[in-house]
């Protein structure tokens, strides 16, 4: 399975994870009444069930990252081929960006748009470590065909118990940028929650780590392995979230 195939995997899945989570929160705000609660939980519930669908979806073909901080730790452990890391990123930037756009135009809303949402603090840059470093403990301890359902449990967790809401992911925290509605954030808000979740991801790939008894193990049976399993000769494994 050539690169190009993948990054249109990566920049697809992306595109259709942020329409989900921007699209979901623009029709929970507009039936919510203004009960931010059920807005929230209805924003949740999508998000949980749409990402389930997406890693399923597209882990055979990309391995279904849809996040740069998943990406870089997959290339730390070689998982992922170092020269892939950056178009991997680049693809699900433009996805998450794209995914925003099509939202605005599901409901008929300006296309171009900036958020206005501040997101700061040191609670939400705590919260976003936190958020991160157990999305990347679930994906890399996750036993092999359960990634999908424990990953989009554990956002659909973190959505409640993080004071950011959970985005544990640059990706999203870019896309998020381009829609001022529900999910949205200021893209001065952005840069402190990204770096959050850098730090996050390298404290998670450490907790794995101190767990681990090999600190590279060979090959992966996870959702993660079709990254870059194909071309290390390891094609057996790589249907993991089958």
């Known amino acids: ?23 979901s929160g623009i029709m929970a705000e507009r039936l919510a009444g203004g009960n931010v609660a059920v807005a929230l939980l209805a924003n949740t519930l999508a998000t949980v069930g749409g990402l389930y669908i997406l890693i399923e979806v597209f882990g055979p073909i990309s391995g279904a ?7 870089a730790v997959m ?18 930037l433009l996805g998450a960006m794209l ?28 919260a976003e470590a936190v958020a991160t470093a157990g999305l990347l403990l679930v994906i890399l301890r996750a036993p092999a065909g359960r ?3 424990m990953v989009a449990s554990y956002i659909g967790a973190a959505y409640w118990f993080t004071a950011s809401t959970s985005f544990a992911n640059p990706a999203a925290a870019f896309g998020r940028m381009f829609s001022d509605s529900f999910a949205g954030i200021a893209p001065a808000s952005a ?35 079709a990254s870059g ?14």
């Open 229 to 242: 399993s194909v071309e290390a000769g390891t094609a057996g494994q790589q249907t993991g979230v089958r």
């Open 147 to 149: 990634a999908a359902a």
């Open 99 to 126: 995914g925003a756009w099509l939202a605005h135009a599901m409901f008929d809303l300006p296309i171009l748009q900036f958020s206005t949402k501040m997101r700061t603090g040191t609670g939400q840059w705590i």
């Open 191 to 225: 840069p402190g929650f990204v770096l959050a979740q850098l730090v996050g991801a390298a404290t998670g790939l450490a907790i794995h780590n101190a767990f681990e008894t090999r600190r590279h193990p060979a090959g992966h049976p996870n959702v993660i392995e």
């Open 65 to 71: 990252h849809f996040n740069p901080a998943v990406s």
């Open 75 to 92: 290339a730390w452990r070689d998982e992922l081929p170092k020269a892939a890391l950056l178009p991997y990123i680049a693809a699900q």
């Open 1 to 23: 399975m050539d690169l190009p195939r993948k990054l249109a995997g990566e920049a697809l899945g992306t595109a259709l994870l942020l329409a989900i989570v921007i699209g």
